[in-house]
């Protein structure tokens, strides 16, 4: 969704025509970008600031560029991460037909679609071999589809707690209150998404917060305090509940 500049990038109106479908969205159930048809989408790039509050400014194009790689493996592994929970959630309600959680109005979403393009070598210099990251547009068309469906900002990267807590985004926000705790969970507890936002049902911009033992795997939104805290901040809601998810402050050592 295009808005206002972020903490590192800005976002702007584009549009992408494909040659041909990348092999990894074969199995997709939906294609976001069609073949030889021209699809808006939302060009994201990187920035610096020449002081605090100040001006915004480009890096060189080997920073940007490292920066998106960056960017994109991010939003890589926290599709990973987002669907795990989604098939957890599939499969304990095959399996627990008759369980409250089979009963439970489960909020469909998902990450945005993105990747990496390049600007070719026939580009102008300010430009050559620039690499922008390409995303899904969350459209004002698909933000209509229901009530309260703006651009949200369910959870943040500080805390766990949802921002949001009553009608559909604060049930949007405890669901994925939960798919935290599966990932923290699942994982080990290594790593969950933070920075979860977006409309009602696409997610972008997203972070993952990771055990510091690990090291800064994802940049400077991988906030050491926010891990360190998660357990018990976390707050266990109806799906933690009905799910059967142990809570976590009971988990501590």
């Given at each position: ?8 990038k800005t976002a ?48 060189s194009v080997q ?12 939003l890589y592994w ?176």
């Amino acid at each position: 969704m295009l808005g206002p500049p972020g903490t590192f990038k800005t976002a702007h109106p584009a549009q992408i025509t494909l040659g041909e479908r990348p092999g990894l969205w074969d199995n997709l159930t939906d294609q976001p970008i069609e073949v030889s048809r021209r699809t808006p989408v939302a060009a994201k790039r990187y920035f610096i600031r020449t002081q605090r509050g100040g001006s915004r400014v480009r890096a060189s194009v080997q920073v940007e560029t490292r920066f998106l790689e960056q960017e994109a493996n991010l939003l890589y592994w926290a599709t990973s991460l987002h669907e795990l929970c989604k098939a957890f959630v599939k499969k304990y309600q095959q399996s627990h037909p008759g369980s409250a959680a089979a009963q439970l109005d489960i909020p469909e979403t998902r990450m945005v679609r993105g990747g990496l393009f390049q600007y070719g070598p026939n580009s102008d210099d300010k430009h050559k071999g620039l690499v922008i990251l390409i995303e899904e547009l969350v459209t004002t068309q698909e933000a209509r589809g229901q009530k309260g469906s703006h651009f949200v900002k369910f959870i943040s990267n500080a805390s766990p707690i949802p921002r949001e807590t009553v009608g559909p985004p604060g049930r949007v926000g405890r669901f994925l209150s939960f798919c935290q705790h599966i990932q923290y969970v699942k994982t080990g507890g290594h790593a969950f998404i933070s920075d979860y936002q977006g409309s009602l049902t696409l997610l972008s911009d997203p972070q993952i917060v990771t055990n510091p033992d690990l090291g800064a795997i994802f940049g400077d939104g991988n906030v050491s305090s926010a891990f360190n805290e998660f357990q018990m901040l976390h707050q266990c809601n109806e799906f933690c509940k009905a799910f059967d998810l142990v809570p976590l402050q009971s988990t501590r050592s």
